[in-house]
Nanobody
Framework: QVQLVESGGGVVQPGGSLRLSCAAE????????VGWYRQAAGKERELVAT???????NYGDSVKGRFTISRDHQKKTVYLQMNSLKVEDTAVYYC???????????WGQGTQVTVSS
């Protein structure tokens, strides 16, 4: 059973920064594509960013140039550094992991990010 434990959400003013963390309780972290999706109220869940063990990254168009995803192999943790936050970044952010061997998808419980003045 894969567990993803998120932390780092909160309230921030427009233009501010936050860093999200997600610790993955898995046996072999290298087998997982990990990242973040988000869901704003009344909207569908959308891609924020994902990263592979080889260092490949994929970002949603709305966050390119502002958000940076990274992963720590030893800590089995994925991070999302969010800069220049906008009101429209307000959403529940979900940690995501996909086992590349079995194509199984896993989700964290979600952490709220609110950008408001």
């Amino acid at each position: 059973q894969v567990q993803l434990v998120e932390s780092g959400g909160g309230v921030v003013q427009p233009g501010g920064s936050l860093r999200l963390s997600c610790a993955a309780e898995v046996t072999i972290f290298a087998f997982y594509v990990v990242g973040w999706y988000r869901q704003a109220a009344g909207k569908e869940r959308e891609l924020v960013a994902t990263t592979t063990d080889g260092g490949g990254t994929n970002y949603g168009d709305s966050v390119k140039g502002r958000f940076t995803i990274s992963r720590d192999h030893q800590k089995k943790t994925v991070y999302l550094q969010m800069n220049s936050l906008k009101v429209e970044d307000t959403a529940v952010y979900y940690c995501y992991a996909m086992d590349i061997r079995e194509r199984e998808h896993h989700w964290g419980q979600g952490t709220q990010v609110t950008v408001s003045s």
